[in-house]
């Protein structure tokens, strides 16, 4: 009798591209957590400053996005149902953001920057809540009120043992609440284009205010010293690198895996920057900065899992940040 003939074992194609997706998200995190790292290591060398370091990231930024966009779309502007102004006041906030995120980053360390700017989670939580209506879970008020411990927490340990500029802190809250204010636009206004779109239309507007602003604070010389440091120079340049890649590699997770999935996997991030502080930046991790962080990623998860199978997949959890 012959021997039974049994299929050969195939390769679940979705099954590896929702690994890749995990994968992906995994990684989006980590880079998070390396980049608030790099920027205190560049301002802490008191070189540039926080405007001027994100000016010359918004360039990088933007020539590495702009041939993506022409690639896939070419010279296309127009969308149903999409206003271009809206793109003004929400780059502008972009602009707030990211010197908020330097100028507190500097100020602070970057396992605070990390927690504080974990606001976001509850700012997001609340807008939703009051201007969109959204249907809020016993669990995402128990995860918004972990985050918000967790932050209150490091924010005075940094306060009173490490001496930190208030101002940072402060600066770090103004963060979390104007990504907190992009997301809203960006769920409310532009559900309808692109992620590329949104992410060079916000990163054009930076790059216009801020090619006026440097310039006019006079802190255009500040550049002749970093071309002469190119270890230096070549940091800057990784930060623009390291914030595309984050940005791919997210939309690249969230076509292959949950949303709500892809953003619990990007809460890595925290941890890494606590290690960057410890290991590379030889800044003190105490165990309430631990518990601290401990509470912000629980408090996040739980929010976040708290409207999992309820939002659509947006391009609004990342492209808030641009």
């Given at each position: 009798m012959p021997a039974p003939v049994y299929p050969a074992p195939t390769c679940n194609r979705r099954s590896w591209q929702a690994a890749l997706g995990y994968l992906a998200a995994l990684l989006t995190g980590g880079l998070m957590g390396v980049q608030w790292p790099l920027q205190k290591h560049?301002?802490?060398?008191?070189?540039?400053?926080?405007?001027?370091?994100?000016?010359?990231?918004?360039?990088?930024?933007?020539?590495?996005?702009?041939?993506?966009?022409l690639a896939r779309f070419g010279l296309r502007l127009r969308w149903e149902r999409f206003r271009p102004w809206w793109l003004l006041p929400f780059g502008g906030v972009a602009c707030v953001m990211h010197y908020c995120r330097n100028f507190g980053v500097a100020a602070t360390t970057s396992t605070t920057a990390a927690v504080v700017e974990e606001t976001e989670i509850v700012f997001v939580f609340l807008l939703t809540y009051v201007i969109m209506r959204g249907r809020v879970r016993a669990l995402?008020?128990?995860?918004?009120?972990?985050?918000?411990y967790g932050t209150v927490r490091v924010a005075l340990m940094g306060a009173q043992a490490l001496n930190f500029d208030p101002l940072g802190i402060a600066a770090l809250v103004v963060v979390g609440l104007t990504i907190a204010v992009n997301a809203t636009i960006v769920k409310?206004?532009?559900g309808a284009i692109p992620y590329e779109l949104i992410i060079l239309g916000s990163v054009t507007v930076q790059l216009g205010i801020y090619s006026v602003a440097v310039p006019s604070?006079?802190?255009?010389?500040?550049?002749?010293?970093?071309?002469?440091?190119?270890?230096?120079?070549g940091l800057v340049a990784l930060g623009s690198v390291v914030w595309g890649t984050r940005l791919l590699l997210?939309?690249?997770a969230l076509r292959r895996a949950p949303v709500w999935a892809v953003r619990m996997l990007a809460l890595t991030g925290l941890p890494v920057a606590s290690l960057a502080d410890l290991l590379v930046l030889r800044v003190p991790?105490?165990?309430?900065h631990v518990e601290g962080l401990i509470a912000a990623i629980v408090g996040a998860a739980l929010v976040i899992r708290s409207a999992g199978g309820?939002?659509?997949p947006p391009v609004h959890a990342d492209a808030a940040r641009t």
């Open positions: 560049i301002l802490g060398r008191d070189v540039i400053g926080p405007g001027t370091l994100h000016w010359l990231n918004v360039v990088g930024l933007f020539a590495l996005v702009l041939p993506v966009y995402g008020w128990l995860g918004t009120a972990l985050v918000l409310m206004l532009f604070s006079g802190a255009l010389p500040d550049i002749a010293p970093l071309a002469a440091m190119p270890g230096l120079l997210y939309y690249y991790v105490t165990r309430v309820t939002e659509r």
